[in-house]
């Protein structure tokens, strides 16, 4: 399974059951992309992925990547080089503001393998994780199967309600949440905002086979009653008992 230069939040195991679950030759569309993990396996692996994204900084980043890799590669080793921690945790504020897309795009690379959380504008700086392997996922990225567009908009669901019903919907959800007192609170400029509500009404009014992959909780089941559920260990198998899954997926269609 080819792997992704760039570092997921929540490092999905479950990419052999999704690909279970959608034929190959199959399209399918999946929003709230970011780091591609699960979308370039199933790229890979023979399916046609149309990826959205709400953050222009995720679209850039990859457009550049698939563009010109070295480039950023070239960037990234000459600011490895003159690594300094606190000029990186002020750079966590302000990285999207340098106007070469290129500069961007390699502040969003060296932050997300530097991050603790994987995510560009928060968590602990390490070192650790940027070494010459992932400099060779970003060097030799395939875009097969592959399309990634933008949406013009906060609104990540509104485009696949337009889709036809003989598509597949992938949603890398992560971490979930009932949304309460989230109004006004900050977000990193690579986070897309999450209702859950919505994503379950989606489920009820889509006629497209729609996966939905989330960390494990204990609330996911009542939550999501009435649809079918599966629970992910970290070994990327199914299990029954919820204490040993690490992701559910939920989805509005029968599963193996």
């Known amino acids: 399974m080819p792997a992704s230069p760039i570092k997921d939040p929540y490092n999905f195991c479950c990419a052999s ?3 279970k679950q959608i034929p190959r030759n199959s399209v399918v569309n999946t929003t709230l992309f970011f780091s591609g993990q699960l979308e370039f396996a199933l790229s890979a692996a023979g399916r046609s992925v149309n990826a959205l994204t709400t953050k222009y900084v995720v679209y850039e980043f990859w457009k550049c990547a698939f563009h010109d890799p070295h480039r950023i590669i070239k960037i990234a080793e000459f600011m490895y080089e003159r690594k300094d921690p606190n000029m990186l945790y002020y750079l966590q504020e302000d990285w999207p503001t340098y106007k070469d897309p290129y500069m961007r795009s390699c502040m969003f690379f060296l932050l997300n393998r530097f991050s603790s959380t994987g995510e560009q504008s928060k968590g602990v700086l390490s070192y650790d994780n940027y070494n010459p392997i992932v400099l060779s996922r970003l060097k030799n990225l395939d875009s097969k199967n592959f399309t990634l567009n933008l949406i013009n908009s906060d609104n990540f669901i509104e485009p696949l309600h337009k889709k036809p019903d003989d598509e597949y919907v992938l949603m ?3 971490n979930f ?5 989230e109004h006004g609170m900050n977000e990193g400029w690579e986070t897309t905002k999450v209702n859950h509500n919505q994503l379950k009404d989606f489920l009820h009014q889509t006629n497209k086979k729609t996966l939905l992959v989330y960390n ?9 009653d009435g649809f079918n559920i599966r629970y992910i260990n970290q070994y990327g198998a199914v299990t029954k008992n919820p204490t040993q899954a ?6 509005n269609f029968r599963i193996d």
């Open 177 to 181: 949440g009932y949304n309460l007192f």
């Open 246 to 251: 690490k992701e559910v997926i939920i989805a």
């Open 172 to 174: 890398p959800v992560g």
């Open 17 to 19: 059951f999704i690909k």
């Open 216 to 224: 494990q909780h204990n609330a996911l089941p009542s939550f999501f």
